[in-house]
């Protein structure tokens, strides 16, 4: 079992940022794959991107084209900790924000799931 526990959600002004945080424990892996989603009132949830390493391999990032440049993620190692830094936001970020986590063989489907924090851009 893995628990993920993510916090740093808040209210902040067009233009701003916010670092949310994502703590994992339990039975996590030296080979993780973790990623973020969002979901806006209304709308499906939707991939941001992800972050991955294995054992002495370097860590690999990818965050989708609506948010490259304006959003990076990143990891502490020490405190099993993943991070997405926010900047630049805009009114269409609004949404709760989840973490992830995946056990699973290739194709990696996430199989742990934070609770969600809630992020809200006012214009």
């Known amino acids: 079992q893995v628990q993920l526990v993510e916090s740093g959600g808040g209210l902040v002004q067009a233009g701003g940022s916010l670092r949310l945080s994502c703590a994992a424990s339990g039975r996590t892996s030296s080979s993780v794959r973790m990623g973020w989603f969002r979901q806006a009132p209304g709308k499906e949830r939707e991939f941001i991107g992800r972050i991955s390493w294995s054992g002495g391999s370097g860590i690999r990032t990818y965050v989708v084209d609506s948010v490259k440049g304006r959003f990076t993620i990143s990891r502490d190692n020490a405190k099993n900790t993943i991070y997405l830094q926010m900047n630049s936001l805009k009114p269409e970020d609004t949404a709760v924000y989840y973490c992830?986590?995946?056990?699973?063989?290739?194709?990696?489907?996430?199989?742990?799931w934070g609770q969600g924090t809630q992020v809200t851009v006012s214009s």
């Open positions: 992830a986590y995946s056990s699973l063989p290739p194709p990696y489907e996430y199989d742990y």
